[in-house]
């Protein structure tokens, strides 16, 4: 399938710093899969925000990127994935996944890995859109467990998104129990 099956006139304009693959997720609706290839910086920004503004427009708001051919984001190509963060949401998210160690460190020195739900495989990233849909299991609340930032040990008493007292690093937690940075 050609990303101009899945939204109208993507390919239209190409850009050769940064390749887009487009994937339909499946069984979650208004969900789409974009790989990405290449990098993103102050010359190629504008572009990549236009391709994803794009896919937005065309309803999807469940957006997981793979990262793993990423292999450079400037803090301008983190402003375009707060940009769509902003727009998806309360109805979308955004999720990053299989990103490289020193794409990570860049969001993380500017302070934007805590924004983001990022995961490290496909499965984990889709496991998060249909986590919304499932049944919380009460057997698993509440639950002590330390921050994967500072280790402070902290309670929660059911799922949900919530702020370290301690570190102040943004926690997402699963039904199943599961702890996220995001």
Request: glycine fraction near 8%; proline fraction near 3%.
């Amino acid at each position: 399938m050609q990303n101009n099956d899945i939204v109208p006139g993507f390919d239209d304009e190409k850009d050769e710093s940064l390749k887009i693959e487009l994937k339909g997720a499946p069984d979650i609706e208004n969900c789409l899969i974009l790989s990405l290839d290449g990098y993103i910086d102050t010359y190629n920004s504008v572009y990549f925000q236009r391709r994803i503004q794009m896919a937005i427009e065309s309803g999807f708001v469940r957006l997981i990127f793979n990262c793993d051919g990423l292999n450079y984001v400037s803090s301008t190509g983190i402003g375009s994935f707060i940009t769509f963060l902003k727009t998806v949401r309360p109805s979308g998210d955004v999720v990053l996944f299989n990103i490289q160690s020193k794409v990570y460190e860049v969001f993380q020195l500017l302070g934007f890995s805590q924004f983001f739900n990022i995961k490290k495989t496909l499965e984990e990233a889709i496991d998060f859109f249909k986590g919304g849909n499932a049944e919380q299991d009460d057997s698993v609340f509440p639950k002590v467990f330390p921050c994967p930032v500072c280790s402070k040990n902290l309670k929660a008493v059911k799922t949900g998104r919530f702020r370290c007292s301690q570190c102040k690093s943004i926690l997402a937690i699963g039904a199943a129990g599961t702890i996220s940075l995001g």
